[in-house]
């Protein structure tokens, strides 16, 4: 299976910034796709930022202009820069990564959490 280690949250103040790594291990053919998610206590999850192989970026309209998402294919790695952070920005941040393993199952796995708190 595949794993996906994030790190990179804590908590910083209104106006400043975070990246967020996560990186993902296994016996991976591929990887279609990697993504970071949030979920606000009391609120759904919902898709930040993903970047698809051979594609190009899409953001939540509440991130566009603030957040990054980039990848490092050779590390099998998506970072998530967020700049200029919002109280609402505050949320646990998960990774998510899809693709084929050797052999050519599919997969979707999903990191466990970092928490981001941005509040003064």
């Known amino acids: 299976q595949v794993q996906l280690v994030e790190s990179g949250g804590g908590l910083v103040q209104p106006g400043g910034s975070l990246r967020l790594s996560c990186a993902a291990s296994?016996?991976?053919?591929?990887?279609?796709?990697m993504d970071w998610y949030r979920q606000a206590p009391g609120k759904q999850r919902e898709l930040v930022a993903a970047?698809?192989?051979?594609?190009?970026?899409v953001y939540a309209d509440s991130v566009k202009g603030r957040f990054t998402i980039s990848r490092d294919n050779i590390k099998n790695t998506v970072y998530l820069q967020m700049n200029s952070l919002k109280p609402e920005d505050t949320a646990v941040y998960s990774c998510?990564?899809?693709?084929?393993?050797?052999?050519?199952?599919?997969?979707?796995?999903w990191g466990q959490g970092t928490q981001v708190t941005v509040s003064s």
């Open positions: 998510h990564a899809g693709g084929r393993l050797v052999g050519l199952a599919p997969f979707s796995s």
């Open positions: 296994g016996i991976v053919f591929s990887i279609n796709t």
């Open positions: 970047v698809p192989t051979g594609g190009n970026p």
